[in-house]
Protein backbone atom coordinates (compact mmCIF):
# COMPACT_ATOMS: atom_id res chain seq x y z
CA UNK A 1 0.00 0.00 0.00
CA UNK A 2 1.19 3.10 -0.54
CA UNK A 3 -0.23 6.43 0.30
CA UNK A 4 0.63 10.22 -0.96
CA UNK A 5 -0.13 13.60 0.61
CA UNK A 6 -0.29 16.54 -1.98
CA UNK A 7 -1.00 19.90 -0.44
CA UNK A 8 -3.35 22.90 -2.09
CA UNK A 9 -2.59 26.18 -2.65
CA UNK A 10 -3.17 29.92 -2.41
CA UNK A 11 -1.67 32.59 -4.67
CA UNK A 12 -0.14 35.30 -3.44
CA UNK A 13 0.62 37.31 -6.23
CA UNK A 14 0.89 37.03 -10.24
CA UNK A 15 -2.10 35.12 -10.64
CA UNK A 16 -2.74 34.20 -14.27
CA UNK A 17 0.34 34.67 -15.79
CA UNK A 18 0.66 30.99 -15.55
CA UNK A 19 -1.19 30.10 -18.99
CA UNK A 20 0.64 29.02 -21.74
CA UNK A 21 -1.37 31.55 -23.81
CA UNK A 22 0.47 34.21 -22.47
CA UNK A 23 3.78 33.01 -21.25
CA UNK A 24 4.58 31.86 -24.35
CA UNK A 25 4.55 35.43 -25.81
CA UNK A 26 5.41 37.10 -23.11
CA UNK A 27 6.59 34.99 -20.05
CA UNK A 28 4.61 34.72 -17.03
CA UNK A 29 5.74 35.35 -13.13
CA UNK A 30 3.40 34.38 -9.65
CA UNK A 31 4.31 33.52 -6.37
CA UNK A 32 2.20 31.07 -4.57
CA UNK A 33 2.14 29.13 -1.24
CA UNK A 34 1.02 25.53 -0.52
CA UNK A 35 -1.23 25.02 2.38
CA UNK A 36 -2.13 22.20 5.02
CA UNK A 37 -4.80 21.00 3.34
CA UNK A 38 -4.59 17.95 0.99
CA UNK A 39 -5.37 15.66 -1.42
CA UNK A 40 -4.59 12.10 -0.47
CA UNK A 41 -3.79 9.17 -2.90
CA UNK A 42 -4.18 5.35 -1.66
CA UNK A 43 -2.77 2.69 -3.92
CA UNK A 44 -2.94 -1.02 -3.84
CA UNK A 45 -1.84 -3.75 -5.43
CA UNK A 46 -4.19 -6.14 -5.97
CA UNK A 47 -4.73 -10.39 -6.73
CA UNK A 48 -7.00 -9.88 -9.43
CA UNK A 49 -6.72 -8.13 -12.83
CA UNK A 50 -8.61 -5.21 -12.17
CA UNK A 51 -8.64 -2.00 -11.86
CA UNK A 52 -10.94 -0.59 -9.03
CA UNK A 53 -10.90 3.16 -9.02
CA UNK A 54 -13.11 5.49 -5.66
CA UNK A 55 -13.23 8.66 -5.46
CA UNK A 56 -16.82 10.55 -6.05
CA UNK A 57 -17.35 7.84 -8.11
CA UNK A 58 -16.82 3.76 -7.99
CA UNK A 59 -15.05 2.42 -11.01
CA UNK A 60 -14.50 -1.21 -11.78
CA UNK A 61 -12.56 -2.17 -15.20
CA UNK A 62 -10.12 -4.31 -16.62
CA UNK A 63 -8.35 -2.08 -19.07
CA UNK A 64 -7.02 1.29 -19.01
CA UNK A 65 -9.06 2.14 -21.61
CA UNK A 66 -12.30 1.96 -19.81
CA UNK A 67 -11.23 3.90 -17.19
CA UNK A 68 -13.61 7.28 -16.98
CA UNK A 69 -11.57 9.74 -14.75
CA UNK A 70 -9.52 11.11 -17.62
CA UNK A 71 -6.30 12.01 -15.22
CA UNK A 72 -6.34 8.41 -13.63
CA UNK A 73 -6.63 7.43 -17.57
CA UNK A 74 -3.89 9.17 -19.00
CA UNK A 75 -1.64 9.02 -15.86
CA UNK A 76 -1.24 5.28 -16.28
CA UNK A 77 -1.07 5.35 -19.93
CA UNK A 78 2.01 8.10 -19.43
CA UNK A 79 3.66 5.75 -17.09
CA UNK A 80 2.77 2.76 -19.13
CA UNK A 81 0.63 0.49 -17.02
CA UNK A 82 -0.57 -1.86 -19.70
CA UNK A 83 -2.11 -4.85 -16.92
CA UNK A 84 -4.07 -3.18 -14.23
CA UNK A 85 -3.79 -4.93 -10.35
CA UNK A 86 -4.90 -1.57 -8.18
CA UNK A 87 -6.73 0.26 -6.14
CA UNK A 88 -6.60 3.78 -6.23
CA UNK A 89 -8.60 5.85 -4.26
CA UNK A 90 -8.52 9.46 -3.56
CA UNK A 91 -9.86 11.96 -0.35
CA UNK A 92 -9.45 15.31 -0.52
CA UNK A 93 -9.44 17.83 2.76
CA UNK A 94 -11.60 20.44 0.69
CA UNK A 95 -14.01 19.21 -1.91
CA UNK A 96 -12.94 20.39 -5.62
CA UNK A 97 -14.01 23.39 -7.49
CA UNK A 98 -12.94 25.35 -4.53
CA UNK A 99 -10.44 27.44 -6.04
CA UNK A 100 -7.18 26.24 -4.21
CA UNK A 101 -5.84 23.93 -7.11
CA UNK A 102 -7.24 20.34 -6.51
CA UNK A 103 -7.01 19.11 -9.99
CA UNK A 104 -3.54 19.79 -9.78
CA UNK A 105 -2.84 18.15 -6.37
CA UNK A 106 -4.45 15.35 -7.39
CA UNK A 107 -2.72 14.78 -10.45
CA UNK A 108 0.94 15.27 -8.74
CA UNK A 109 -0.14 12.79 -5.85
CA UNK A 110 -1.62 10.45 -8.33
CA UNK A 111 1.68 10.30 -10.20
CA UNK A 112 3.62 10.38 -7.41
CA UNK A 113 2.02 7.04 -5.77
CA UNK A 114 2.71 5.29 -9.40
CA UNK A 115 6.40 6.38 -9.28
CA UNK A 116 6.47 5.03 -6.06
CA UNK A 117 4.74 1.83 -7.07
CA UNK A 118 7.17 1.02 -9.30
CA UNK A 119 10.24 2.23 -7.17
CA UNK A 120 10.96 5.46 -8.96
CA UNK A 121 11.94 8.43 -7.03
CA UNK A 122 10.67 11.96 -8.95
CA UNK A 123 12.19 15.83 -8.45
CA UNK A 124 9.34 17.85 -7.68
CA UNK A 125 10.26 19.82 -11.16
CA UNK A 126 10.00 16.59 -13.15
CA UNK A 127 6.76 15.70 -11.32
CA UNK A 128 5.03 19.11 -11.72
CA UNK A 129 6.50 18.91 -15.46
CA UNK A 130 4.58 15.50 -15.93
CA UNK A 131 1.02 16.71 -14.28
CA UNK A 132 0.95 19.41 -16.56
CA UNK A 133 1.80 17.39 -19.57
CA UNK A 134 -1.39 15.28 -18.56
CA UNK A 135 -3.27 18.10 -18.01
CA UNK A 136 -2.54 20.73 -20.46
CA UNK A 137 -0.81 18.62 -23.41
CA UNK A 138 -3.09 15.72 -23.78
CA UNK A 139 -6.52 16.46 -21.94
CA UNK A 140 -6.35 19.98 -23.08
CA UNK A 141 -7.58 21.92 -20.26
CA UNK A 142 -7.29 25.21 -20.60
CA UNK A 143 -5.52 26.03 -17.44
CA UNK A 144 -2.38 27.17 -15.97
CA UNK A 145 0.80 25.52 -14.30
CA UNK A 146 1.02 26.80 -10.80
CA UNK A 147 -1.15 24.27 -9.02
CA UNK A 148 0.65 21.33 -10.37
CA UNK A 149 4.36 23.45 -9.07
CA UNK A 150 3.11 24.65 -5.86
CA UNK A 151 1.96 21.04 -4.94
CA UNK A 152 5.12 19.57 -5.71
CA UNK A 153 7.39 21.97 -4.06
CA UNK A 154 4.77 23.02 -1.36
CA UNK A 155 6.41 26.01 0.81
CA UNK A 156 6.39 30.05 -0.51
CA UNK A 157 7.75 29.65 -3.84
CA UNK A 158 8.32 32.16 -6.71
CA UNK A 159 8.02 30.60 -10.31
CA UNK A 160 9.32 32.42 -13.45
CA UNK A 161 6.93 30.72 -16.58
CA UNK A 162 9.93 30.95 -19.50
CA UNK A 163 8.57 31.17 -23.26
CA UNK A 164 9.58 27.75 -24.13
CA UNK A 165 7.34 26.38 -21.49
CA UNK A 166 10.21 25.67 -18.68
CA UNK A 167 9.58 26.40 -15.32
CA UNK A 168 12.05 28.48 -12.67
CA UNK A 169 10.92 27.84 -9.15
CA UNK A 170 12.54 29.29 -6.21
CA UNK A 171 11.57 29.87 -1.84
CA UNK A 172 10.55 33.23 -1.73
CA UNK A 173 13.17 35.04 0.52
CA UNK A 174 10.37 35.24 3.64
CA UNK A 175 11.44 35.99 7.59
CA UNK A 176 10.01 34.29 10.38
CA UNK A 177 8.23 36.75 11.39
CA UNK A 178 6.73 37.69 8.31
CA UNK A 179 6.03 34.07 7.79
CA UNK A 180 3.77 33.72 11.08
CA UNK A 181 2.08 37.36 10.38
CA UNK A 182 1.00 35.45 6.86
CA UNK A 183 -0.74 32.40 8.89
CA UNK A 184 -1.72 34.50 11.64
CA UNK A 185 -3.24 37.48 9.23
CA UNK A 186 -4.15 36.07 5.90
CA UNK A 187 -7.65 34.47 6.14
CA UNK A 188 -9.57 32.48 4.34
CA UNK A 189 -13.37 32.95 3.95
CA UNK A 190 -16.17 29.93 2.24
CA UNK A 191 -18.58 31.76 -0.23
CA UNK A 192 -20.33 28.45 -1.05
CA UNK A 193 -20.09 28.62 -4.49
CA UNK A 194 -18.35 26.07 -6.20
CA UNK A 195 -17.41 26.32 -10.23
CA UNK A 196 -15.01 24.73 -12.86
CA UNK A 197 -11.79 26.42 -12.98
CA UNK A 198 -11.70 25.57 -17.01
CA UNK A 199 -14.65 27.51 -17.78
CA UNK A 200 -13.92 30.59 -16.36
CA UNK A 201 -10.31 30.17 -17.68
CA UNK A 202 -11.51 29.68 -21.10
CA UNK A 203 -12.18 33.46 -21.80
CA UNK A 204 -9.02 34.36 -20.82
CA UNK A 205 -7.08 31.73 -22.80
CA UNK A 206 -9.06 32.65 -26.25
CA UNK A 207 -8.40 35.99 -25.64
CA UNK A 208 -4.86 35.48 -24.89
CA UNK A 209 -4.94 33.41 -28.42
CA UNK A 210 -6.55 36.00 -30.25
CA UNK A 211 -3.60 38.90 -28.75
CA UNK A 212 -7.04 40.09 -27.41
CA UNK A 213 -5.24 43.99 -25.99
CA UNK A 214 -7.20 44.22 -23.06
CA UNK A 215 -6.80 40.78 -21.85
CA UNK A 216 -3.30 41.07 -22.74
CA UNK A 217 -2.58 44.69 -20.73
CA UNK A 218 -4.37 42.92 -18.03
CA UNK A 219 -2.07 40.28 -17.30
CA UNK A 220 0.72 42.97 -17.95
CA UNK A 221 -0.14 44.57 -15.40
CA UNK A 222 -1.05 41.73 -12.81
CA UNK A 223 2.33 39.94 -13.73
CA UNK A 224 4.04 43.60 -12.22
CA UNK A 225 1.46 43.27 -9.08
CA UNK A 226 2.71 39.22 -8.45
CA UNK A 227 6.81 41.17 -8.47
CA UNK A 228 5.49 43.84 -6.46
CA UNK A 229 4.21 41.54 -4.11
CA UNK A 230 7.23 39.30 -3.60
CA UNK A 231 9.30 41.99 -3.26
CA UNK A 232 7.07 43.74 -0.41
CA UNK A 233 6.43 39.87 1.43
CA UNK A 234 10.47 39.70 1.08
CA UNK A 235 11.05 43.56 2.78
CA UNK A 236 8.30 42.80 5.23
CA UNK A 237 5.85 45.17 4.44
CA UNK A 238 2.59 43.51 5.06
CA UNK A 239 0.30 46.72 4.41
CA UNK A 240 1.51 46.81 1.14
CA UNK A 241 1.01 43.29 -0.04
CA UNK A 242 -2.22 43.76 1.36
CA UNK A 243 -3.08 46.91 -0.59
CA UNK A 244 -1.59 45.64 -3.83
CA UNK A 245 -4.06 42.22 -3.01
CA UNK A 246 -6.97 44.78 -3.25
CA UNK A 247 -5.80 46.53 -6.79
CA UNK A 248 -5.19 42.97 -7.86
CA UNK A 249 -8.89 41.86 -7.11
CA UNK A 250 -10.08 44.86 -9.04
CA UNK A 251 -8.23 43.89 -12.51
CA UNK A 252 -8.77 40.11 -11.94
CA UNK A 253 -12.88 41.08 -11.88
CA UNK A 254 -12.27 42.80 -15.49
CA UNK A 255 -10.66 39.83 -17.27
CA UNK A 256 -14.67 37.77 -16.71
CA UNK A 257 -17.96 38.63 -15.79
CA UNK A 258 -17.84 35.81 -14.23
CA UNK A 259 -15.65 36.50 -11.86
CA UNK A 260 -17.12 37.74 -9.06
CA UNK A 261 -21.40 38.40 -8.18
CA UNK A 262 -23.04 40.76 -6.25
CA UNK A 263 -23.13 38.10 -3.53
CA UNK A 264 -19.26 38.11 -3.27
CA UNK A 265 -18.89 41.88 -4.07
CA UNK A 266 -21.33 42.43 -0.76
CA UNK A 267 -18.67 40.53 1.36
CA UNK A 268 -15.65 41.87 0.01
CA UNK A 269 -17.09 45.43 0.82
CA UNK A 270 -17.92 44.47 4.42
CA UNK A 271 -14.69 42.92 4.87
CA UNK A 272 -13.00 46.28 4.26
CA UNK A 273 -15.27 47.85 6.70
CA UNK A 274 -14.06 45.65 9.71
CA UNK A 275 -10.36 45.67 9.19
CA UNK A 276 -9.73 43.58 6.00
CA UNK A 277 -6.70 45.86 4.07
CA UNK A 278 -6.96 43.56 1.06
CA UNK A 279 -8.56 40.80 -0.56
CA UNK A 280 -9.58 38.80 -3.46
CA UNK A 281 -10.96 35.45 -4.66
CA UNK A 282 -8.24 32.47 -4.57
CA UNK A 283 -8.00 30.70 -7.77
CA UNK A 284 -9.92 31.31 -11.73
CA UNK A 285 -12.54 33.18 -9.72
CA UNK A 286 -16.42 33.02 -9.47
CA UNK A 287 -16.30 31.07 -6.28
CA UNK A 288 -14.72 28.91 -4.07
CA UNK A 289 -12.43 31.05 -1.18
CA UNK A 290 -12.11 34.95 -0.40
CA UNK A 291 -8.88 35.19 0.80
CA UNK A 292 -8.13 38.80 2.99
CA UNK A 293 -5.24 39.99 4.53
CA UNK A 294 -5.99 42.07 7.98
CA UNK A 295 -4.56 43.31 10.42
CA UNK A 296 -7.33 42.78 12.81
CA UNK A 297 -8.09 39.12 12.43
CA UNK A 298 -10.57 38.72 15.52
CA UNK A 299 -12.77 41.79 14.34
CA UNK A 300 -12.63 40.89 10.82
CA UNK A 301 -13.26 37.16 11.82
CA UNK A 302 -16.45 37.86 13.63
CA UNK A 303 -17.73 39.99 11.23
CA UNK A 304 -17.67 37.48 8.29
CA UNK A 305 -19.12 34.86 10.70
CA UNK A 306 -22.03 37.34 11.38
CA UNK A 307 -22.96 37.28 8.15
CA UNK A 308 -22.88 33.56 7.61
CA UNK A 309 -19.40 33.04 6.25
CA UNK A 310 -17.22 30.10 7.39
CA UNK A 311 -13.66 30.70 7.86
CA UNK A 312 -11.10 27.86 7.09
CA UNK A 313 -8.13 28.01 9.12
CA UNK A 314 -4.43 26.89 7.65
CA UNK A 315 -0.79 27.01 8.24
CA UNK A 316 1.71 26.63 5.34
CA UNK A 317 2.82 23.45 4.09
CA UNK A 318 6.73 23.36 3.26
CA UNK A 319 7.12 19.27 2.46
CA UNK A 320 5.04 19.60 -1.37
CA UNK A 321 3.72 15.81 -2.61
CA UNK A 322 5.21 13.15 -1.00
CA UNK A 323 4.76 9.55 0.26
CA UNK A 324 3.66 9.50 3.39
CA UNK A 325 3.19 5.29 4.33
CA UNK A 326 4.54 2.61 2.23
CA UNK A 327 4.13 -0.84 3.17
Known amino acids: MIITRSPLRISLGGGGTDLPSYYQDHEGFLVAAAVDKYVYINLHKTFTQELIIKYSKLERVKTIDEVQHPIIRESLRYLGIDIPYLEITSMADISAGTGLGSSGSFTTGLLKALHAHRNHSIHPQALAEEACHIELNI ?3 PIGKQDQY ?5 GLTCFQFHKDGSVKAWPLKVSSETLYALEDNLLLFFTGYSRSASIILKKQDDECHQN ?3 MVENLHFVKELGLKSKEA ?3 GDLQIFGE ?3 IHWRYKKERSQSMSNPKINLWYEHALKNGAIGGKIVGAGGGGFLMFYTEEPIK ?3 AMNEIGLQEMRF ?3 FL ?8
Open 320 to 327: GTRVIAQS
Open 315 to 317: RFD
Open 300 to 302: LRK
Open 212 to 214: HQA
Open 233 to 235: LEQ
Open 139 to 141: LKE
Open 244 to 246: LMN
Open 150 to 154: IAAYG
